[in-house]
């Protein structure tokens, strides 16, 4: 049941951003799937796909279907090379959120993640987490979770959610490969995963955006134990002006230290290098 603050705050999320709802995009204008497989497969991004990286011994897993190396490698912490394509990442994802998903919640400005998650799901025998609402872990409840599959979905290696606040019609997301996301309601929306006994490792990315008008600043969740904010703009969260005029300032600079070079390079006109 929602404490009273939640339910004020759920009140306020008008009842069409309540609702799932898959959003096409073209994969070839936001290459998001050939920035991340630069990120975690490096040069065998040209030979190995997202979806049979399970293959390569290095991304082989003995808990829970999460190779450790996927993480280290995405958030700059690689054994063996630095993310040398996480500005690269940062102007796509922005672009994705300003031109894709801004328009889509149609409400003007969005304050989203600043760190966008990535999910590295490998055949296994154990799922990796268990079914929640995100409103568990601080969350504001005028949050929308936006899933983008960066490989095949579907059955045990997707995503399963409700489509109501305890409606538990559990359901999977599916697509066929990238060029189509997901915008559902994590906050109050259950959802998990299931073990992934197909043979098709899942990538994909998420990350969570609050139209600007609704978004409440250092938000404290009256069901979370910690009873701070947890989730700040300028820390956790960045919105799409700051990331706007970020990418300004690459293109005016002409993308000095690397990154915005390698966005030239997935950008769909030399997908042979990505």
């Known amino acids: 049941m929602l404490s009273t603050a939640s339910a004020q705050a759920v009140k306020s999320l008008p009842p069409d951003l309540q609702l799932e709802s898959m959003i096409p995009f073209d994969p070839d204008l936001y290459p998001l799937h050939k920035?991340?497989?630069?990120?975690?497969?490096?040069?065998?991004?040209?030979?190995?796909?997202?979806?049979?990286?399970?293959?390569?011994?290095e991304f082989r897993v003995k808990k829970m279907g999460r190779p450790k190396l996927a993480n280290q490698r995405y958030r700059n912490k690689g054994?063996?090379?630095?993310?040398?394509?996480?500005?690269?990442?940062?102007?796509?994802?922005?672009?994705?959120?300003?031109?894709?998903?801004?328009?889509?919640?149609?409400?003007?400005?969005?304050?989203?993640?600043?760190e966008t998650v990535l999910r590295v799901q490998v055949p296994h025998d154990e799922p990796l987490g268990h079914?929640?609402?995100?409103?568990?872990?601080?969350?504001?409840?005028?949050?929308?979770?936006?899933?983008?599959?960066?490989?095949p979905v579907f059955g045990t290696n997707t995503l399963w959610a409700e489509s109501k606040r305890g409606l538990e019609d559990w359901h999977p997301f599916t697509a066929p490969g990238p060029g189509l996301c997901v915008q559902f309601w994590g906050s109050q929306c259950e959802h998990f995963t299931k073990a992934n006994t197909a043979n098709v490792t899942r990538v994909s990315l998420d990350f969570r955006a609050v139209p600007e008008d609704l978004y409440v600043d250092d938000y404290v969740s009256p069901i979370c134990a910690r009873g701070n904010a947890m989730h700040r703009r300028g820390q956790s969260y960045t919105d799409t002006i700051v990331e706007r005029m970020w990418r300004r300032q690459r293109d005016k600079a002409g993308g000095e230290g690397g990154g915005a070079e390698e966005v030239g390079k997935c950008n769909g006109t030399r997908s042979a290098e990505c």
Request: aromatic share 8%.
């Open 35 to 57: 920035v991340v497989g630069r990120i975690l497969l490096g040069e065998d991004a040209e030979r190995i796909r997202l979806q049979d990286m399970h293959t390569l011994p």
């Open 79 to 114: 054994p063996d090379r630095k993310n040398e394509y996480a500005d690269a990442f940062r102007y796509e994802i922005g672009r994705f959120v300003d031109e894709v998903i801004r328009p889509q919640l149609g409400r003007g400005e969005l304050v989203y993640q600043r």
């Open 131 to 151: 079914r929640h609402r995100d409103e568990e872990y601080g969350r504001q409840p005028t949050e929308i979770n936006v899933w983008i599959p960066l490989t």
